[in-house]
């Protein structure tokens, strides 16, 4: 008997040591998220003065090619500078522009703004894979996955937020990251919301005891996650949809942004991505329904909600597929999915009463 409650004594001070460790992830995480947007800020200001640079440069050779006749080695070194090559030299600046494989006109960067990016970028991962330790320690502290409440869907919404930017970012490289400082302060927001939620509620603890409703593990892990993806996809493409609107629906008028076709695309390969997989989240949400309430829908707010998201994307989906539209429409589309997100996301959950209300 003695030696029993020596076990357990232990694996009590484990699991408080595990949940420690937990908390200080999490911190270090909010921290790391911090410094990347400083980073992100710093990369964004610099790009914008940049390509201001270069298109005040460009502007002045043209003026003092109608005046004057230029030598052919300065004829070259402004069709650098105007995009046709890779390297060029600028008020005591190398500038890089950097030739993208389907003739996307490129964004002037420099070799400090690049390495300023790529710090902001490692960050970042480290960010990300601090708050996913953080979270599968406390999986195995309270004994389910962690997005039970309002504060455990926040943090894994962020860090599968930064997952799926920074893989995109990995593809398509300084395309992407010119608009990363958005997915900072939006990771940044997210968590203060989760904190905000989790000591308003005392949710930052943790409890390892679950409604009945929530006691099924493999559905609760496979039914949320998929919501958590979705909407990370979803807000990835939010960024686009506003690049798409900034940049007037078509071309490139704000030069240290991807051109509107460019986002469009990007915005696509998100949701394309994100809407089967919000799909899955609502057919599991309704099998798993079906045996805790006894239904599979009973049009509860947030089943409500998240099916108009997915019907607004289904329509974004064959708008552009089918229909071929393209610029502000589409642009507008996604700015519109997201705000169908958000409400399902925080709105359901803190306005509106719902089965679903445990999730605070």
Not at 331 to 354: C, D, E, K, N, R
């Amino acid at each position: 008997m003695q030696l029993f409650m020596v076990t357990a004594s232990s694996e009590t001070a484990a699991l408080q040591g595990l949940a420690t460790l937990s908390k200080y992830l999490f911190t270090t995480g909010l921290c790391m998220i911090g410094v990347m947007t400083v980073a992100y800020l710093w990369y964004t200001i610099g790009t914008a003065r940049l390509a201001k640079q270069v298109t005040r440069q460009v502007q002045r050779q043209r003026s003092k090619d109608q005046r004057v006749a230029q030598s052919a080695k300065q004829t070259a070194a402004v069709a650098a500078v105007d995009g046709e090559g890779s390297v060029a030299t600028l008020v005591r600046q190398e500038v890089i522009l950097n030739e993208q494989p389907d003739g996307e006109k490129p964004i002037p960067l420099s070799r400090s703004l690049i390495a300023v990016g790529r710090i902001g970028t490692t960050v970042g991962w480290f960010a990300a894979l601090t708050l996913v330790l953080s979270q599968g320690l406390r999986t195995i502290v309270t004994g389910h996955a962690p997005w039970s409440n309002l504060f455990e869907f926040s943090v894994s919404f962020t860090a599968a937020l930064l997952l799926c930017y920074l893989l995109f970012e990995a593809r398509f490289h300084e395309r992407v990251r010119a608009w990363g400082l958005y997915v900072c302060l939006l990771s940044v927001v997210t968590l203060v919301i989760a904190i905000y939620v989790g000591t308003t509620y005392n949710l930052i603890t943790g409890s390892s005891q679950l409604i009945p409703a929530l006691q099924d593990q493999p559905i609760l892990t496979l039914h949320v996650s998929m919501a958590i993806f979705a909407y990370a996809l979803f807000s990835v493409a939010f960024g686009t949809g506003l690049i798409i609107l900034l940049q007037g629906g078509s071309g490139q008028r704000i030069a240290w942004l991807p051109s509107a076709e460019a986002a469009d695309e990007l915005g696509y390969k998100a949701v394309i991505i994100g809407f089967p997989l919000l799909a899955l989240n609502l057919i599991l949400g309704a099998y798993w329904a079906n045996y805790a309430w006894g239904h599979f829908w009973s049009w509860d707010p947030k089943e409500t909600s998240a099916l108009i998201t997915w019907l607004i994307y289904a329509v974004y989906l064959h708008a552009r597929g089918i229909r071929g539209w393209r610029g502000k429409r589409i642009g507008w589309l996604l700015v519109i999915g997201f705000a169908a997100t958000l409400f399902t996301y925080y709105g359901v959950s803190f306005l509106v009463p719902s089965l679903h209300s445990y999730a605070k």
